[in-house]
């Protein structure tokens, strides 16, 4: 069991997660564009969902939502389910292409992205938040898409490394692929 | 490229069904969930820390390269304001001393006796939707949970979650915020108006030359002080240079029953007169945070005209309450927008928060429990 932890992305997604997570909180709550916050995290599940499908995708985005609901003290599992979303859309759309180029990869990480800020204050109405859907949504989403959208060229080479994913792995999926994760 | 599957399909909906089970032990409270948060926090204490020292410099590029114009504004609006404070900072410290006396007398509670602890801001919501800030004080200060928190400008939100050395702040402009204040009567308009004053034994012909007075009704609420801060001036006071500057003067002070007294008297053609600010209680409702860039406003008011007209400039404070979870007399902010709904459901007036809110460095957590748990 060890050895398939040791072996496995786990142990590359966590640390990578814990540098992202620390980058969330401290130069990205500073570098606002036109006062929304831009969502590394959300952007990296996914270019994971890109990068490996959306299985991986939503592995990566739960394993990094309840480490963001563990250090932001949101509810555990609230960041979760929309992070896994983002994932599993930004992996469901590059069914879309086999071998996605760098711009086609950018426009999956943006759409999965906005789909995890959309789930967000959906998830809140979920939880009995009262009005959780800030009037200002319509400008965060396509905020946070485009900001993801620009940041994949640096996460889904990332994705990539912390999947373990070797470049013919990029094209066709490895086989019984379902159970690596 | 991964292809769609069954099995993949079955991964991602036991993930989600994952989350919604520790929604749902959260949610409940576990303490097993609260530990590990502590813990997880210990571990990221020092990567952030870390992470923090190697971005400044990029943090600090990008605020010098967007925040200079709001730099200057706010610097040339903050000198004018330490000028008018300046200028009324002895009354209004008389004025809250003996205000506080009077309270001690009548055996009132007073805010300025309530302990206090002194927090630093070591971070921000990481999200868009929650104004959550995060201190360094945590159970091990006292710190519970619902707990006023305030700076010296006024209240900036409630304590709503506790760790051992740190804490999460909610701020009043949280869509989730709620609280109950009381509307003051306050300046209305804050420009300076401008009236006319006889100063005694003169005559018409001797008024002509004698100068007008510029009289401005101070907003300083003597209830209003901090807890454990020092007396704060917030009004206004105009001083209006006599024509010819060696003329000696006439002051006139004011008690806080509004009755003036002579304080100096000499011959004079000028006279300065100060009124102290009339804090009636005009209404009470309940503030509502709205989100991010959207001004807090008060709900649930009556707006009976007959009592008292609710107007833009008018103070808002804690209305306190045995169940409430901030004592009163927390200054808030003044009304900054009114507006008029159809049938009873009264106005709703936008409040502009004394604190700015997007730069805290160091708040106060009032050490204050509700009437009611401390009477149990």
């Known amino acids: 069991m060890l050895a398939a932890f040791v072996q496995g992305p786990l142990v590359r997604i966590i640390p990578v997660g814990m540098v992202l997570l620390a980058l969330q909180r401290t130069i990205f709550v500073e570098l606002q564009v036109n006062g929304v916050i831009l969502q590394v995290m959300v952007a990296f599940a996914a270019a994971a969902g890109a990068a490996g499908?959306?299985?991986?995708?939503?592995?990566?985005?739960?394993?990094?939502?309840?480490?963001?609901?563990?250090?932001?003290?949101?509810?555990?599992?609230?960041?979760?389910?929309?992070?896994?979303?983002?994932?599993?859309?930004?992996?469901?759309?590059?069914?879309?292409?086999?071998d996605p180029q760098w711009w086609l990869a950018m426009i999956f990480t943006g759409l999965g992205a906005a789909a995890g800020e959309l789930m967000t204050p959906v998830v809140r109405l979920f939880i009995g938040e009262s009005d959780p859907f800030d009037p200002r949504l319509r400008e965060i989403v396509p905020i946070v898409a485009v900001g993801a959208a620009l940041m994949s060229p640096l996460l889904v080479p990332l994705a990539r490394w912390c999947l373990r994913m070797k470049k013919a792995e990029w094209k066709v999926p490895p086989a019984g692929e379902g159970s690596t994760v | 490229m991964a292809i769609y599957s069954v099995g993949r399909r079955r991964v991602i909906i036991a993930l989600l069904l994952t989350s919604a089970?520790?929604?749902?032990?959260?949610?409940?409270?576990?303490?097993?969930?609260?530990?590990?948060?502590?813990?997880?926090?210990?571990?990221?204490?020092?990567?952030?820390?870390?992470?923090?020292?190697?971005?400044?410099?990029?943090?600090?590029?990008?605020?010098?390269?967007?925040d200079i114009d709001d730099l200057?504004?706010?610097?040339?609006?903050?000198?004018?304001?330490?000028?008018?404070?300046?200028?009324?900072?002895?009354s209004?410290?008389?004025?809250?001393?003996?205000?506080?006396?009077?309270?001690?007398?009548?055996?009132l509670p007073s805010l300025s006796g309530i302990d206090t602890e002194v927090a630093k801001v070591i971070g921000r919501a990481a999200n868009n939707l929650d104004q959550v800030i995060e201190i360094d004080k945590g159970s091990t200060s006292s710190i519970a949970i619902g707990m006023p928190v305030v700076n010296q400008a006024g209240l900036i939100?409630?304590?709503?979650?506790?760790?051992?050395?740190?804490?999460?702040?909610?701020?009043?402009?949280?869509?989730?915020?709620?609280?109950?204040?009381?509307?003051?009567?306050?300046?209305?308009?804050?420009?300076?108006?401008?009236?006319?004053?006889?100063?005694?034994?003169?005559?018409?012909?001797?008024?002509?030359?004698?100068a007008t007075t510029t009289t401005s009704a101070p907003s300083v609420n003597p209830d209003t002080t901090l807890p454990g801060s020092s007396p704060f001036p917030g009004g206004t006071t105009t001083t209006?240079?006599?024509?010819?500057?060696?003329?000696?003067?006439?002051?006139?002070?004011?008690?806080?029953?509004?009755?003036?007294?002579?304080?100096?008297?000499?011959?004079?053609?000028?006279?300065?007169?100060?009124?102290?600010?009339?804090?009636?209680?005009?209404?009470?409702?309940?503030?509502?945070?709205?989100?991010?860039?959207?001004?807090?406003?008060?709900?649930?008011?009556?707006?009976?005209?007959?009592?008292?007209?609710?107007?833009v400039g008018d103070l808002v404070e804690t209305a306190g309450g045995s169940e409430s979870l901030a004592p009163?007399?927390?200054p808030i902010g003044r009304v900054a927008n009114r507006a008029d709904r159809s049938g009873s459901g009264g106005p709703l007036l936008d409040v502009d928060p004394h604190a700015d809110l997007s730069q805290l460095g160091f708040v106060r957590v009032v050490l204050y429990k509700p009437l009611s748990e401390v009477e149990q």
């Not at chain 1, 250090?71 to 983002?86: C, D, H, K, N, R």
């Open chain 2, 157 to 210: 939100g409630r304590v709503t979650k506790v760790n051992r050395t740190t804490s999460l702040v909610m701020l009043i402009t949280d869509s989730r915020y709620r609280v109950a204040v009381k509307v003051l009567a306050g300046e209305g308009d804050p420009s300076p108006t401008t009236v006319a004053t006889t100063p005694s034994g003169l005559t018409d012909d001797e008024l002509g030359d004698a």
């Open chain 1, 53 to 98: 499908g959306s299985e991986r995708g939503a592995v990566v985005g739960f394993v990094l939502g309840v480490m963001y609901d563990l250090a932001e003290g949101t509810p555990l599992g609230s960041s979760a389910v929309a992070f896994t979303v983002a994932g599993a859309v930004g992996g469901l759309l590059a069914l879309f292409a086999a």
């Open chain 2, 72 to 90: 200057e504004r706010e610097n040339a609006e903050l000198r004018d304001q330490l000028d008018r404070m300046v200028g009324t900072q002895a």
């Open chain 2, 328 to 330: 009163p007399g927390i």
């Open chain 2, 240 to 311: 209006t240079l006599p024509p010819d500057e060696s003329a000696p003067t006439t002051t006139v002070a004011a008690d806080d029953s509004g009755e003036t007294a002579a304080v100096t008297t000499t011959t004079t053609t000028t006279t300065t007169t100060t009124i102290p600010g009339s804090a009636v209680e005009k209404e009470f409702g309940a503030l509502e945070g709205r989100g991010r860039g959207f001004p807090p406003q008060v709900r649930f008011l009556q707006d009976n005209p007959t009592i008292a007209v609710l107007e």
């Open chain 2, 92 to 107: 209004a410290e008389s004025s809250i001393i003996e205000a506080q006396e009077l309270r001690a007398l009548f055996n």
């Open chain 2, 21 to 66: 089970l520790l929604l749902t032990l959260d949610l409940r409270g576990n303490p097993l969930i609260d530990r590990a948060r502590d813990g997880f926090s210990e571990v990221m204490d020092p990567i952030e820390a870390a992470t923090g020292v190697v971005t400044t410099p990029i943090v600090r590029t990008w605020r010098a390269v967007n």
